[in-house]
Protein backbone atom coordinates (compact mmCIF):
# COMPACT_ATOMS: atom_id res chain seq x y z
CA UNK A 1 0.00 0.00 0.00
CA UNK A 2 1.36 3.54 -1.22
CA UNK A 3 0.65 5.67 1.18
CA UNK A 4 0.56 9.77 0.10
CA UNK A 5 3.99 11.30 2.31
CA UNK A 6 1.30 14.14 3.45
CA UNK A 7 -0.85 11.69 4.90
CA UNK A 8 2.52 10.28 6.92
CA UNK A 9 3.26 13.57 7.67
CA UNK A 10 -0.21 14.08 9.28
CA UNK A 11 0.00 10.84 11.15
CA UNK A 12 3.74 12.04 12.65
CA UNK A 13 2.37 14.93 14.06
CA UNK A 14 -0.28 12.91 15.56
CA UNK A 15 1.99 10.08 16.75
CA UNK A 16 4.92 12.99 18.32
CA UNK A 17 1.74 14.66 20.20
CA UNK A 18 0.61 11.93 21.74
CA UNK A 19 3.88 10.39 23.01
CA UNK A 20 4.04 14.16 24.22
CA UNK A 21 1.69 14.35 26.41
CA UNK A 22 0.61 10.83 27.60
CA UNK A 23 3.38 9.53 30.17
CA UNK A 24 2.03 5.86 30.36
CA UNK A 25 4.29 3.15 29.27
CA UNK A 26 1.87 1.06 27.35
CA UNK A 27 0.25 4.52 25.47
CA UNK A 28 4.02 5.14 23.89
CA UNK A 29 4.41 0.86 23.35
CA UNK A 30 1.64 1.42 20.98
CA UNK A 31 2.82 4.00 19.27
CA UNK A 32 5.91 2.05 18.71
CA UNK A 33 3.61 -0.43 17.56
CA UNK A 34 1.41 1.81 14.92
CA UNK A 35 5.20 3.34 13.98
CA UNK A 36 6.02 -0.13 13.37
CA UNK A 37 3.07 -0.95 11.53
CA UNK A 38 3.44 1.85 9.42
CA UNK A 39 7.06 1.25 8.40
CA UNK A 40 5.81 -2.72 7.44
CA UNK A 41 2.94 -0.87 5.31
CA UNK A 42 4.79 1.69 3.48
CA UNK A 43 8.39 -0.17 2.98
CA UNK A 44 8.62 -1.57 -0.14
CA UNK A 45 12.20 -2.62 0.35
CA UNK A 46 14.04 -5.56 2.45
CA UNK A 47 17.03 -3.32 2.38
CA UNK A 48 15.28 -0.45 4.19
CA UNK A 49 13.60 -2.99 7.31
CA UNK A 50 17.37 -4.01 7.28
CA UNK A 51 19.49 -0.76 7.54
CA UNK A 52 16.60 -0.07 10.57
CA UNK A 53 17.15 -3.47 12.22
CA UNK A 54 21.31 -2.59 11.71
CA UNK A 55 20.46 0.96 13.68
CA UNK A 56 18.45 -0.85 16.27
CA UNK A 57 21.05 -3.04 16.76
CA UNK A 58 23.99 -0.36 17.25
CA UNK A 59 21.70 1.75 19.15
CA UNK A 60 20.90 -1.24 21.90
CA UNK A 61 23.97 -0.48 24.28
CA UNK A 62 22.21 3.42 24.31
CA UNK A 63 18.89 2.31 25.12
CA UNK A 64 20.65 0.22 27.86
CA UNK A 65 22.49 2.79 29.12
CA UNK A 66 19.12 5.51 28.82
CA UNK A 67 16.99 3.05 30.85
CA UNK A 68 19.46 2.41 33.71
CA UNK A 69 20.55 5.99 33.97
CA UNK A 70 16.92 6.79 34.45
CA UNK A 71 16.49 4.15 36.72
CA UNK A 72 19.47 5.06 38.85
CA UNK A 73 18.60 8.98 39.09
CA UNK A 74 14.77 9.21 39.52
CA UNK A 75 14.11 8.42 42.84
CA UNK A 76 10.60 9.27 43.58
CA UNK A 77 7.63 6.83 44.16
CA UNK A 78 7.57 3.65 45.45
CA UNK A 79 10.82 1.93 46.43
CA UNK A 80 11.55 -1.61 44.36
CA UNK A 81 15.09 -2.36 46.18
CA UNK A 82 17.56 -0.47 47.34
CA UNK A 83 21.08 -0.66 47.75
CA UNK A 84 23.14 1.88 49.80
CA UNK A 85 21.99 5.21 47.83
CA UNK A 86 21.12 3.74 44.62
CA UNK A 87 17.29 3.33 44.83
CA UNK A 88 15.00 1.77 42.08
CA UNK A 89 11.83 2.82 42.47
CA UNK A 90 8.37 2.51 40.27
CA UNK A 91 8.73 5.88 38.94
CA UNK A 92 12.17 5.11 37.89
CA UNK A 93 11.74 1.88 36.03
CA UNK A 94 8.37 3.87 34.17
CA UNK A 95 10.40 6.86 33.18
CA UNK A 96 13.28 4.25 32.04
CA UNK A 97 10.68 2.67 30.07
CA UNK A 98 9.16 5.60 28.38
CA UNK A 99 12.15 7.06 27.38
CA UNK A 100 13.67 3.85 25.75
CA UNK A 101 9.85 3.93 23.84
CA UNK A 102 10.10 7.52 23.16
CA UNK A 103 13.34 7.06 21.46
CA UNK A 104 12.56 3.97 19.46
CA UNK A 105 9.22 6.06 18.41
CA UNK A 106 11.66 8.58 17.03
CA UNK A 107 13.99 6.07 15.26
CA UNK A 108 11.20 4.65 13.57
CA UNK A 109 9.27 7.86 12.71
CA UNK A 110 12.59 8.97 10.77
CA UNK A 111 13.16 6.12 9.21
CA UNK A 112 9.34 6.40 8.15
CA UNK A 113 10.69 9.99 6.85
CA UNK A 114 13.96 9.04 5.38
CA UNK A 115 12.47 6.33 2.90
CA UNK A 116 10.68 9.05 0.81
CA UNK A 117 12.66 10.50 -1.66
CA UNK A 118 13.36 14.40 -1.57
CA UNK A 119 11.33 15.16 -4.25
CA UNK A 120 8.22 13.97 -2.72
CA UNK A 121 8.52 16.38 -0.36
CA UNK A 122 8.73 19.59 -2.16
CA UNK A 123 5.07 18.21 -3.71
CA UNK A 124 3.67 17.43 -0.30
CA UNK A 125 4.66 21.27 1.15
CA UNK A 126 3.91 22.62 -2.27
CA UNK A 127 0.33 20.75 -2.27
CA UNK A 128 -0.30 22.41 1.12
CA UNK A 129 0.51 25.99 -0.42
CA UNK A 130 3.92 26.36 1.15
CA UNK A 131 5.72 28.82 -0.93
CA UNK A 132 8.16 26.69 -3.32
CA UNK A 133 11.21 28.41 -1.77
CA UNK A 134 10.22 27.35 1.82
CA UNK A 135 9.31 24.23 1.15
CA UNK A 136 12.79 23.68 -0.86
CA UNK A 137 14.54 24.68 2.10
CA UNK A 138 12.26 22.30 4.49
CA UNK A 139 12.93 19.74 1.82
CA UNK A 140 16.62 20.21 1.96
CA UNK A 141 16.80 20.07 5.85
CA UNK A 142 15.42 16.58 5.64
CA UNK A 143 17.48 15.58 2.69
CA UNK A 144 20.92 16.41 5.06
CA UNK A 145 20.43 13.65 6.96
CA UNK A 146 21.05 11.10 4.56
CA UNK A 147 23.63 13.37 3.40
CA UNK A 148 25.44 12.83 6.78
CA UNK A 149 24.81 9.04 6.55
CA UNK A 150 26.40 8.34 3.17
CA UNK A 151 29.23 10.29 4.28
CA UNK A 152 29.55 8.80 7.55
CA UNK A 153 29.22 5.57 5.17
CA UNK A 154 32.17 6.61 3.15
CA UNK A 155 34.28 7.15 6.21
CA UNK A 156 33.78 3.67 7.42
CA UNK A 157 34.10 2.10 4.43
CA UNK A 158 37.73 3.98 4.08
CA UNK A 159 38.58 3.12 7.52
CA UNK A 160 37.82 -0.84 7.09
CA UNK A 161 40.33 -0.10 4.18
CA UNK A 162 43.23 0.87 6.16
CA UNK A 163 42.22 -2.36 8.63
CA UNK A 164 40.46 0.08 11.11
CA UNK A 165 36.93 -1.25 12.13
CA UNK A 166 34.84 0.88 14.31
CA UNK A 167 32.48 -2.17 15.69
CA UNK A 168 36.25 -3.66 17.31
CA UNK A 169 36.43 -0.05 18.84
CA UNK A 170 35.27 0.14 22.55
CA UNK A 171 32.47 2.75 23.44
CA UNK A 172 35.68 5.42 24.51
CA UNK A 173 37.62 5.12 21.53
CA UNK A 174 34.45 5.30 19.14
CA UNK A 175 33.82 8.90 20.45
CA UNK A 176 37.44 9.48 20.06
CA UNK A 177 37.19 8.52 16.57
CA UNK A 178 34.18 10.27 15.42
CA UNK A 179 35.41 13.72 17.28
CA UNK A 180 38.35 13.37 14.68
CA UNK A 181 35.80 12.72 11.84
CA UNK A 182 32.85 14.72 12.40
CA UNK A 183 35.08 18.02 11.11
CA UNK A 184 35.93 16.91 7.48
CA UNK A 185 31.99 15.16 7.32
CA UNK A 186 29.96 18.30 8.02
CA UNK A 187 32.46 20.38 5.93
CA UNK A 188 32.17 17.75 2.80
CA UNK A 189 28.08 17.58 3.74
CA UNK A 190 28.13 21.56 4.07
CA UNK A 191 29.75 22.18 0.81
CA UNK A 192 27.64 19.48 -1.49
CA UNK A 193 24.35 22.07 0.37
CA UNK A 194 27.10 25.07 -1.09
CA UNK A 195 27.20 23.07 -4.32
CA UNK A 196 23.09 22.35 -4.61
CA UNK A 197 22.92 26.37 -4.02
CA UNK A 198 24.62 27.06 -7.12
CA UNK A 199 23.50 24.62 -9.08
CA UNK A 200 19.87 26.32 -8.13
CA UNK A 201 20.83 29.32 -8.58
CA UNK A 202 22.63 28.40 -12.90
CA UNK A 203 19.09 27.43 -13.18
CA UNK A 204 17.37 30.41 -12.01
CA UNK A 205 15.59 29.21 -9.09
CA UNK A 206 13.75 31.98 -8.06
CA UNK A 207 12.93 33.18 -11.33
CA UNK A 208 9.75 31.67 -12.60
CA UNK A 209 6.94 31.64 -9.95
CA UNK A 210 4.90 29.10 -11.87
CA UNK A 211 6.11 25.62 -11.77
CA UNK A 212 5.38 22.55 -13.23
CA UNK A 213 6.38 18.91 -11.90
CA UNK A 214 8.02 15.62 -13.45
CA UNK A 215 4.78 13.66 -11.27
CA UNK A 216 1.92 14.51 -9.11
CA UNK A 217 0.73 12.73 -5.81
CA UNK A 218 -3.00 12.80 -5.76
CA UNK A 219 -4.67 11.61 -2.64
CA UNK A 220 -6.10 8.04 -2.10
CA UNK A 221 -9.52 7.28 -0.68
CA UNK A 222 -7.60 5.55 2.21
CA UNK A 223 -5.09 8.78 2.69
CA UNK A 224 -8.01 11.36 3.06
CA UNK A 225 -9.77 8.75 5.36
CA UNK A 226 -6.44 8.44 7.27
CA UNK A 227 -5.73 11.98 7.37
CA UNK A 228 -9.65 12.93 8.04
CA UNK A 229 -9.51 10.25 10.94
CA UNK A 230 -5.94 11.43 12.33
CA UNK A 231 -7.33 15.46 12.33
CA UNK A 232 -10.11 14.66 14.92
CA UNK A 233 -8.22 12.48 17.12
CA UNK A 234 -5.37 15.28 17.28
CA UNK A 235 -8.25 17.68 17.98
CA UNK A 236 -10.05 15.42 20.22
CA UNK A 237 -6.86 14.97 22.44
CA UNK A 238 -5.46 18.21 22.46
CA UNK A 239 -8.97 18.91 23.73
CA UNK A 240 -9.56 16.77 26.23
CA UNK A 241 -6.00 17.65 28.01
CA UNK A 242 -6.04 21.16 27.86
CA UNK A 243 -9.81 21.46 28.76
CA UNK B 1 47.63 -15.06 -9.00
CA UNK B 2 44.06 -14.25 -8.57
CA UNK B 3 41.85 -16.75 -9.60
CA UNK B 4 37.78 -16.82 -10.10
CA UNK B 5 36.21 -19.76 -9.99
CA UNK B 6 32.47 -19.71 -11.43
CA UNK B 7 31.64 -15.96 -10.26
CA UNK B 8 28.62 -15.07 -10.27
CA UNK B 9 27.91 -11.14 -8.72
CA UNK B 10 23.96 -9.69 -8.96
CA UNK B 11 22.63 -6.49 -7.84
CA UNK B 12 18.71 -6.84 -6.96
CA UNK B 13 17.99 -5.11 -9.96
CA UNK B 14 20.97 -6.05 -12.35
CA UNK B 15 23.33 -9.01 -12.76
CA UNK B 16 26.78 -7.84 -13.36
CA UNK B 17 28.68 -11.37 -14.06
CA UNK B 18 27.84 -14.59 -14.35
CA UNK B 19 29.76 -17.60 -13.63
CA UNK B 20 33.22 -16.55 -14.61
CA UNK B 21 35.90 -18.94 -14.71
CA UNK B 22 39.59 -17.20 -14.90
CA UNK B 23 43.02 -17.02 -13.39
CA UNK B 24 45.92 -14.51 -14.25
CA UNK B 25 49.13 -14.05 -12.49
CA UNK B 26 49.68 -10.83 -10.55
CA UNK B 27 53.85 -10.75 -11.25
CA UNK B 28 53.22 -7.10 -13.75
CA UNK B 29 50.25 -4.38 -13.88
CA UNK B 30 46.70 -5.79 -14.65
CA UNK B 31 44.48 -3.81 -16.79
CA UNK B 32 40.86 -4.48 -16.51
CA UNK B 33 39.11 -2.97 -19.34
CA UNK B 34 35.22 -2.92 -19.78
CA UNK B 35 32.06 -0.21 -20.89
CA UNK B 36 30.49 1.88 -18.82
CA UNK B 37 28.27 0.35 -16.25
CA UNK B 38 29.73 -3.31 -16.92
CA UNK B 39 31.22 -3.56 -13.43
CA UNK B 40 34.59 -2.49 -12.90
CA UNK B 41 33.98 -0.30 -9.99
CA UNK B 42 32.16 -3.55 -8.90
CA UNK B 43 34.78 -6.10 -9.35
CA UNK B 44 37.11 -3.42 -7.24
CA UNK B 45 35.02 -3.72 -4.25
CA UNK B 46 34.74 -7.29 -4.37
CA UNK B 47 38.39 -7.93 -4.89
CA UNK B 48 38.57 -5.51 -1.86
CA UNK B 49 36.48 -7.45 0.42
CA UNK B 50 34.03 -4.38 0.13
CA UNK B 51 31.07 -6.34 -1.18
CA UNK B 52 31.34 -10.03 0.13
CA UNK B 53 27.99 -11.12 -1.29
CA UNK B 54 29.08 -13.05 -4.31
CA UNK B 55 28.52 -16.62 -5.54
CA UNK B 56 31.38 -19.03 -6.35
CA UNK B 57 34.87 -18.46 -5.88
CA UNK B 58 37.49 -15.42 -5.82
CA UNK B 59 41.42 -16.87 -4.72
CA UNK B 60 44.34 -14.69 -4.01
CA UNK B 61 47.46 -16.41 -3.83
CA UNK B 62 45.18 -19.42 -3.50
CA UNK B 63 43.42 -18.20 -0.60
CA UNK B 64 39.63 -17.96 -0.77
CA UNK B 65 38.57 -14.34 -0.56
CA UNK B 66 36.21 -15.52 1.78
CA UNK B 67 38.38 -16.91 4.13
CA UNK B 68 40.08 -14.12 4.68
CA UNK B 69 39.82 -11.96 8.01
CA UNK B 70 39.34 -8.55 7.49
CA UNK B 71 42.89 -7.60 8.91
CA UNK B 72 44.14 -9.54 5.94
CA UNK B 73 42.28 -7.78 3.16
CA UNK B 74 44.37 -4.31 4.85
CA UNK B 75 47.44 -6.02 4.97
CA UNK B 76 47.34 -7.51 1.08
CA UNK B 77 45.12 -5.23 -0.66
CA UNK B 78 45.17 -1.47 -1.15
CA UNK B 79 42.02 -0.05 -3.35
CA UNK B 80 41.81 3.71 -4.30
CA UNK B 81 38.13 4.97 -5.38
CA UNK B 82 38.00 6.49 -8.95
CA UNK B 83 36.37 9.59 -6.89
CA UNK B 84 38.95 11.51 -5.11
CA UNK B 85 37.41 12.47 -2.68
CA UNK B 86 36.08 9.24 -1.80
CA UNK B 87 39.32 7.85 -0.33
CA UNK B 88 39.76 10.31 2.22
CA UNK B 89 38.59 10.44 5.66
CA UNK B 90 40.68 13.50 7.18
CA UNK B 91 40.63 17.03 6.86
CA UNK B 92 44.22 17.54 5.00
CA UNK B 93 46.28 14.76 3.73
CA UNK B 94 48.74 14.49 6.61
CA UNK B 95 45.91 13.71 8.66
CA UNK B 96 45.12 11.21 6.61
CA UNK B 97 48.16 9.92 5.99
CA UNK B 98 48.62 9.49 9.52
CA UNK B 99 45.81 7.56 9.81
CA UNK B 100 46.70 5.11 7.01
CA UNK B 101 49.88 4.58 8.89
CA UNK B 102 49.00 4.40 13.12
CA UNK B 103 45.45 4.34 12.87
CA UNK B 104 43.56 6.75 15.91
CA UNK B 105 46.96 6.41 17.87
CA UNK B 106 48.50 9.69 18.77
CA UNK B 107 51.63 7.41 19.18
CA UNK B 108 54.02 7.78 15.73
CA UNK B 109 56.54 5.29 15.12
CA UNK B 110 59.72 5.90 14.35
CA UNK B 111 60.35 7.17 10.47
CA UNK B 112 56.90 7.76 9.99
CA UNK B 113 56.95 11.32 9.58
CA UNK B 114 60.37 11.16 7.14
CA UNK B 115 58.32 8.48 5.05
CA UNK B 116 55.35 10.98 4.74
CA UNK B 117 57.85 13.77 3.87
CA UNK B 118 58.84 11.54 0.72
CA UNK B 119 55.77 9.80 -0.06
CA UNK B 120 54.04 14.25 0.05
CA UNK B 121 57.90 15.21 -1.87
CA UNK B 122 57.22 12.30 -4.52
CA UNK B 123 54.16 13.51 -6.04
CA UNK B 124 54.47 17.26 -5.41
CA UNK B 125 52.13 17.45 -2.52
CA UNK B 126 54.45 19.35 0.25
CA UNK B 127 53.23 22.55 -0.20
CA UNK B 128 49.74 22.05 0.38
CA UNK B 129 49.94 18.71 2.81
CA UNK B 130 48.64 20.78 5.48
CA UNK B 131 45.94 22.39 3.69
CA UNK B 132 41.77 21.31 3.93
CA UNK B 133 41.58 19.04 1.12
CA UNK B 134 38.30 20.49 0.13
CA UNK B 135 39.87 23.07 -0.63
CA UNK B 136 42.54 21.56 -2.92
CA UNK B 137 41.73 21.79 -6.71
CA UNK B 138 40.19 17.95 -8.17
CA UNK B 139 43.57 17.13 -9.87
CA UNK B 140 45.37 17.89 -5.79
CA UNK B 141 42.92 16.15 -4.68
CA UNK B 142 43.42 12.54 -6.94
CA UNK B 143 47.12 13.02 -6.69
CA UNK B 144 46.45 13.41 -2.70
CA UNK B 145 44.13 9.87 -3.01
CA UNK B 146 47.26 8.16 -4.60
CA UNK B 147 49.99 9.49 -1.97
CA UNK B 148 49.16 6.21 0.61
CA UNK B 149 50.48 3.53 -2.59
CA UNK B 150 54.06 5.08 -1.86
CA UNK B 151 53.92 4.55 1.72
CA UNK B 152 55.97 1.05 2.65
CA UNK B 153 53.91 -1.74 1.80
CA UNK B 154 53.47 -5.00 0.01
CA UNK B 155 50.37 -5.26 -0.69
CA UNK B 156 48.18 -5.58 -4.38
CA UNK B 157 47.49 -2.26 -5.51
CA UNK B 158 43.33 -1.50 -6.58
CA UNK B 159 43.12 0.97 -8.85
CA UNK B 160 39.79 2.52 -10.24
CA UNK B 161 40.77 5.24 -13.24
CA UNK B 162 44.07 6.32 -11.06
CA UNK B 163 45.27 8.66 -14.24
CA UNK B 164 41.65 10.40 -14.28
CA UNK B 165 41.81 14.09 -13.67
CA UNK B 166 45.52 13.91 -13.52
CA UNK B 167 47.85 16.40 -16.16
CA UNK B 168 50.60 15.10 -17.60
CA UNK B 169 53.60 15.40 -15.25
CA UNK B 170 51.53 12.78 -12.39
CA UNK B 171 50.38 10.62 -15.22
CA UNK B 172 54.12 10.35 -15.23
CA UNK B 173 54.61 10.07 -12.14
CA UNK B 174 51.51 7.27 -11.18
CA UNK B 175 53.03 5.57 -14.81
CA UNK B 176 56.82 5.16 -12.96
CA UNK B 177 55.42 3.71 -9.50
CA UNK B 178 52.94 1.21 -11.48
CA UNK B 179 56.42 -0.08 -13.29
CA UNK B 180 56.75 -4.04 -12.32
CA UNK B 181 53.81 -3.21 -9.12
CA UNK B 182 51.59 -6.27 -8.67
CA UNK B 183 48.54 -3.59 -9.20
CA UNK B 184 45.11 -4.07 -11.18
CA UNK B 185 44.58 -1.09 -13.04
CA UNK B 186 40.21 -0.79 -13.69
CA UNK B 187 39.91 1.67 -16.42
CA UNK B 188 39.06 2.74 -19.97
CA UNK B 189 42.23 4.35 -21.09
CA UNK B 190 44.52 1.62 -22.59
CA UNK B 191 46.42 4.23 -24.13
CA UNK B 192 47.66 5.84 -21.18
CA UNK B 193 48.77 2.16 -20.01
CA UNK B 194 50.50 0.86 -23.00
CA UNK B 195 54.04 1.79 -21.73
CA UNK B 196 53.60 -0.66 -18.90
CA UNK B 197 52.66 -3.71 -21.43
CA UNK B 198 50.20 -4.75 -18.82
CA UNK B 199 48.21 -7.62 -19.08
CA UNK B 200 44.69 -6.68 -20.46
CA UNK B 201 41.51 -7.98 -19.30
CA UNK B 202 37.94 -6.88 -20.47
CA UNK B 203 34.17 -7.26 -18.90
CA UNK B 204 32.27 -8.14 -21.79
CA UNK B 205 28.29 -9.18 -21.39
CA UNK B 206 29.12 -10.58 -17.88
CA UNK B 207 32.39 -11.99 -18.24
CA UNK B 208 35.99 -10.73 -17.33
CA UNK B 209 38.11 -12.40 -20.87
CA UNK B 210 41.80 -12.02 -21.19
CA UNK B 211 42.76 -9.94 -24.33
CA UNK B 212 46.80 -10.24 -24.50
Known amino acids: MKINLRTILIIIILLTTISLLFQQVLVQLYLVLISLGLILLSSHRKKNMKSLQQRFQGLIKLFVILFLMQIIFRNEGNVYMEWGIVKITDQGVNYGLISTLRITLIILLAALLFQRPFYDYLLAFHSWHFPYEISFLIASVINFIPTYRSQFLTIKENLYLRGIYFRKLTLFQRFRTVSQLIFPVLSRALLQVKDRAIALELRGFRLYKNRTFIYEHKLAVWDWLIQLFCLLLLVFIVKGQIL | ?212
Do not use: C
Not at chain 2, 9 to 33: C, W
Not at chain 2, 106 to 118: D, L
Not at chain 2, 140 to 154: D, E, I, T, V, W
Open chain 2, 1 to 212: MIEFKNFSFSFPEQEIFRGVNLRFPLKKPVLIQGDNGSGKTTLARIISGLIPDYSGEILLKKKKLADFTETEFADKIIYIKQEAEQNFVAATLEEDLQIWQHGFSQIEKVGEERSRKKTFSKLKLTEISQRLIWQLSGGQRKRGSLAPLLLPNNKIWLLDEPAAGLDALSVKILLQLLKEKRAIIFSNRKSIYESLNPLEMEIVEKKIIRIN
